[in-house]
Nanobody, 115 residues
Framework: QVQLVESGGGLVQAGGSLRLSCAASGTFLSNNAMGWYRQAPGKQRELVATITSGGTTNYADSVKERFTISRQNAKNTVNLQMNSLKPEDTAVYYC?????????WGQGTQVTVSS
């Protein structure tokens, strides 16, 4: 059974930084994509950033130049370095693992940015 466990959320002032981490456990193919989505109150879940096992990245326009996604394939972990945080970045952030024919989500970690 595949499980994703996030860590690193919290409360930070606008302009500050946070680093989210996600560890995937279980048995799955190494050819996959991992990433982060977020959901703010009253809004739909939206993509933040993804990265393939080959290192190809994709970012939402709203976080480009501020967030950096990285992964360690040997450890099945993915990180999200978030800099220059804004109040509109406040949301629950979910780790995501995409396999061929299946996908998995973490339980979510709260990120709150105060103005």
């Amino acid at each position: 059974q595949v499980q994703l466990v996030e860590s690193g959320g919290g409360l930070v002032q606008a302009g500050g930084s946070l680093r989210l981490s996600c560890a995937a456990s279980g048995t799955f193919l190494s050819n996959n994509a991992m990433g982060w989505y977020r959901q703010a109150p009253g809004k739909q879940r939206e993509l933040v950033a993804t990265i393939t096992s080959g290192g190809t990245t994709n970012y939402a326009d709203s976080v480009k130049e501020r967030f950096t996604i990285s992964r360690q394939n040997a450890k099945n972990t993915v990180n999200l370095q978030m800099n220059s945080l804004k109040p509109e970045d406040t949301a629950v952030y979910y780790c995501y693992l995409l396999l061929i024919g299946n996908s998995y989500w973490g339980q979510g970690t709260q990120v709150t940015v105060s103005s």
